[in-house]
């Protein structure tokens, strides 16, 4: 991919976000910016995006390897006022009803928890790099071998609701919830590193959890777990609830330990959380947060200019409203958001039994593997004619996505086109989307016609809905596309509560539109092409089966990046799995009643606005 070069109006564009205070740009997007605005700069009154850059900073690096050295102090909070008082009002697309208990809950209620937080982990996504820092967990030790992980448990924390200290045994107990955890998307990963059979686990005192893992593993699926914000992560609740309230009280009105807790919920319409006084990292400066549930981006907007809500999660082409309104600032959150369409019904691996957890002995297969599907083989062997005639079909979809063109009118210039998801930051290390999947809606209808649809066929498209920007109107675009070149598109806008239950299930059989966060490394996304993974991105093949656990497993990094790049260029070459569509970067609007919070963004997952515990009054 060419560098950028900026036009002249590229240039104002650039100038005027630096000399615009309403609008904040976080991260090493700073730097580039006025790299660029050294070539010249002219002014303009209109805050619009720039032009793209082509290649995005680097995502955050996890370490070259496990050490024995304890992990780094978190940084420090900022002060606020002792007696938190007013209501900090939030705009969401979705909330679902609330649910608190590691081993019940789903999403988007699971990331919504990681980024209020009503909830904690071990670990966060620290502020400046997004280098994992301390949480709940004062440090870790790890050894040499990557096999056994010893966890020093942070002392003080308290439960809400009157439960009493966190222990090591209340940390062992939540862990196991994900474990056991029929929803949750890492369960497989916290069962077989944390609660191995061939490995064992001591608690020699009540802060110091010693995890023997039987086998070495990287840090990677490990990290992920251990730190928020993320949607996978494993967060502390009180053992004490459960065993004396039982399963529904410790599930809606969670005893865990972030500095706001659940007060009320109501679903389909909100969700109140009250402050945590005196909490150990930090107390709020508001006495409440409240989400509200607004499915329609015109609301919320409308919500947001009228002063009832403080900030709310937002499309992009809604800019131009937020910055009418008087006193409003917009934060620019670099490398938010990955999103790629997923083909579901590739499972060529056999259903898990009930029992062993592994595939079935009979060969019987997951119910959403059809071969009549036209992008889903009837043989797995890649070699194949019936597999060629699909990844044909699954080519041609691809290729008629113009991805530069969602990206410049979907996402208003906040992006660029990427290969694969999951691959944000490391896209050096792939083809670029130009080459992978060049735009071409004649050779799609061409490849179609090749593979016995010159009239198309249908198809199902689902947008998972999980607080990105533009999501939906990007998946639309999508559909456009492909009934370009002839396929009958039944586009399935529904609540992502409703969606993903069919992932789990395996009963999805059509395609999927999905954003996901940044990730530590390529691998930390693989889980969900696993058969052993709870939820599904629709694909399990042999040769995946083999390659993603040897990258989980892989303690040295350039075993682990030896085997991300062999699964890359397997999705890239058989167009298995998923393909790439944008890397954006989130605008957050700022309401006039709340002063930006840019040194105290958590950067593990920006889809979703974080930070509320560190939001205070302008």
């Known amino acids: 991919m060419p560098p950028y070069k900026p036009t002249a109006e590229g240039k104002s564009i650039l100038n005027h976000w630096l000399r615009n205070p309403r609008f904040l740009i976080l991260g090493p997007l700073v730097l580039l910016l006025a790299a660029i605005l050294a070539c010249g700069s002219s002014a303009t009154a209109t805050p619009v995006p720039a032009a793209p850059a082509s290649k995005a900073p680097a995502a955050p690096k996890a370490p070259a390897a496990p050490t024995a050295v304890p992990a780094a102090v978190p940084t420090k909070a900022p002060q606020v006022a002792s007696k938190p008082s007013g209501t900090l009002n939030v705009g969401q697309k979705e909330l679902g009803p609330y649910v608190g208990n590691p081993k019940l809950i789903g999403n988007p209620q699971i990331f919504l928890n990681s980024a209020i937080p009503i909830t904690e982990t071990l670990g966060m996504a620290g502020f400046d790099s997004g280098a994992l820092v301390p949480m709940l967990a004062e440090s870790w030790d790890t050894s040499a071998d990557g096999q056994t992980w010893t966890f020093h448990i942070r002392k003080g924390v308290q439960f809400h609701k009157g439960f009493g200290e966190m222990t090591v045994e209340d ?82 009105n969670t005893a865990a330990t972030g500095p706001w807790e659940i007060d009320e919920a109501k679903t389909g319409e909100f969700w109140r959380m009250k402050a945590v006084e005196g909490h150990w990292r930090v107390t709020p400066a508001f006495a409440e947060l409240v989400f509200h549930e607004i499915p329609e981006e015109s609301a919320r907007v409308a919500g947001f200019k009228t002063g009832h809500l403080d900030t709310f999660v937002m499309a992009l ?84 996505i113009d991805r530069q063109a969602i990206v410049d009118n979907m996402l208003q210039g906040f992006g660029r086109p990427i290969t694969l998801k999951d691959w944000m930051g490391f896209e050096d290390r792939l083809p670029s989307p130009e080459e992978a999947w060049p735009y071409d809606p004649a050779r799609a209808k061409s490849l179609l016609a090749e593979a016995g649809y010159p009239n198309g066929f249908k198809a199902t498209l689902t947008t998972a809905i999980r607080g990105a920007p533009s999501e939906v109107e990007s998946c639309e675009a999508v559909a456009q596309y492909w009934d370009a070149i002839g396929i009958d598109v039944d586009f399935q806008r529904v609540p992502y509560g409703t969606y993903r239950p ?69 999705y890239v070459d058989e167009v298995f799995g998923e393909t790439g569509l944008y890397a954006v970067d989130n605008v957050w609007p700022i309401g006039p009643r709340i002063a930006p919070w840019t040194g105290f963004v958590k950067q593990g997952d920006l889809r979703q606005i974080n930070g509320f515990e560190y939001i205070t009054p302008r």
């Open 502 to 570: 069919t992932a789990v299930a395996r009963t999805y059989e059509g395609m999927s539109c999905h954003n996901v966060g940044p990730r530590l490394s390529p691998i930390q996304g693989m889980a969900s092409f696993l058969n052993s993974g709870n939820f599904s991105w629709g694909s399990e093949h042999p040769i995946t089966e083999e390659l993603i656990p040897l990258g989980q497993k892989s303690v040295l990094v350039a075993d682990r990046i030896k085997y991300e790049d062999q699964i890359a260029k397997f």
């Open 171 to 252: 940390v062992v107990f939540s862990h196991k919830q994900i474990a056991d955890s029929e929803k949750h998307a890492r369960s497989a990963n916290a069962a077989k590193m944390f609660f191995a059979e061939d490995g064992n686990q001591t608690t020699p005192d009540d802060y110091t959890w010693v995890v023997d893992m039987g086998q070495p593993f990287s840090e990677i699926p490990i990290y992920e777990l251990i730190a928020t914000p993320r949607a996978v992560g494993a967060w502390m609740v009180s053992k004490k609830q459960w065993d004396e309230k039982g399963e529904e009280e410790a599930n809606f």
């Open 317 to 400: 082409d809604s800019i131009e409203e937020v910055d009418s309104v008087e006193g409003a600032t917009l934060m620019q959150v670099p490398n938010a958001v990955q999103a790629g369409v997923n083909f579901y019904g590739q499972t060529y691996v056999a259903a898990r039994d009930g029992e062993t957890g592994k595939p079935n002995v009979q060969g019987e297969m997951w119910p959403n593997y059809n071969p009549d599907l036209p992008w889903v083989s009837s043989n797995s062997d890649i070699t194949s004619p019936e597999w060629a005639t699909a990844r044909t079909v699954r080519l041609a979809m691809s290729i008629a």
